[in-house]
């Protein structure tokens, strides 16, 4: 059983940062793509950030680059999102996730999600 946990968010001041982290089992996390999306209240789920398995191909939000990062530490099955420059916009719930299929930024190309973390960032 293929599971992720989400942990990290909280409430920072605009700003400031905060790191979020994707533990996951059950699935040979260095043969999967990661993946970081958002969930605002009464909005879509949107892409933030992605990664292939490899580490060597990134993928990022315009409305993030330059002020998140994500990386992941294959040996620790575990994938993170460095957050930067927050500001009140980013306030959401944030979710990794994870495929077997191609890297991609839309949600339906993954097949394993987290639960979610909340990241509120204070004006």
């Known amino acids: 059983q293929v599971q992720l946990v989400e942990s990290g968010g909280g409430l920072v001041q605009a700003g400031g940062s905060l790191r979020l982290s994707c533990a996951t089992s059950?699935?040979?996390?260095?043969?999967?793509?990661l993946a970081w999306f958002r969930q605002a209240p009464g909005k879509e789920r949107e892409f933030v950030a992605a990664?292939?398995?490899?580490?060597?191909?990134?993928y990022y939000a315009d409305s993030v680059k330059g002020r998140f990062t994500i990386s992941r530490d294959n040996a620790k099955n575990t994938g993170y999102l460095q957050m930067n420059g927050l500001k009140p916009e980013d306030t959401a719930v944030y979710y990794c996730?994870?495929?077997?299929?191609?890297?991609?930024?839309?949600?339906?190309?993954?097949?394993?999600w987290g639960q979610g973390t909340q990241v509120t960032v204070s004006s």
């Open positions: 059950g699935r040979a996390f260095n043969t999967l793509e």
């Open positions: 990664l292939n398995w490899r580490g060597s191909s990134t």
């Open positions: 996730a994870i495929t077997d299929q191609w890297l991609t930024t839309t949600a339906r190309g993954y097949n394993y």
